[in-house]
């Protein structure tokens, strides 16, 4: 079992950046698959980005593909998602998951089996 909480949300103007964290209970969170999503205002849950229990692989989007970098401090129990260069379009409620699959870094909402709360991120014009 893992909770996740997320921090680090907020309202900036674009170009600019923020950096959310991610804080995970339970001992095992660092056999865990990792990931980011995030849902806009009326739309569907999508996909931002996801590492490796080891951090070794790491996937996104290509919509924040060379802005957005996934991180993971499995001594701190946290993953962290850096983002630079926002737009307006980055507007939504990111979410924190985690899979105990460790083969497969998933990028489906199904992949992922614990969930945090989310936390929002507004990129103003």
């Known amino acids: 079992q893992v909770q996740l909480v997320e921090s680090g949300g907020g309202l900036v103007q674009a170009g600019g950046s923020l950096r959310l964290s991610c804080a995970a209970s339970g001992r095992a969170f660092s056999s865990y698959t990792m990931a980011w999503f995030r849902q806009p205002p009326g739309k569907e849950r999508e996909f931002v980005a996801a590492i490796s229990w080891s951090g070794a692989t790491k996937s996104y989007t290509d919509s924040v593909k060379g802005r957005f970098t996934i991180s993971r401090d499995n001594a701190k129990n946290t993953v962290a998602l850096q983002m630079n260069s926002l737009k307006p379009e980055d507007t939504a409620v990111y979410y924190c998951?985690?899979?105990?699959?460790?083969?497969?870094?998933?990028?489906?909402?199904?992949?992922?089996?614990?969930w945090g709360q989310g936390t929002p991120v507004t990129v103003s014009s």
């Open positions: 998951a985690a899979s105990a699959n460790r083969i497969r870094v998933g990028v489906q909402y199904g992949d992922y089996t614990y």
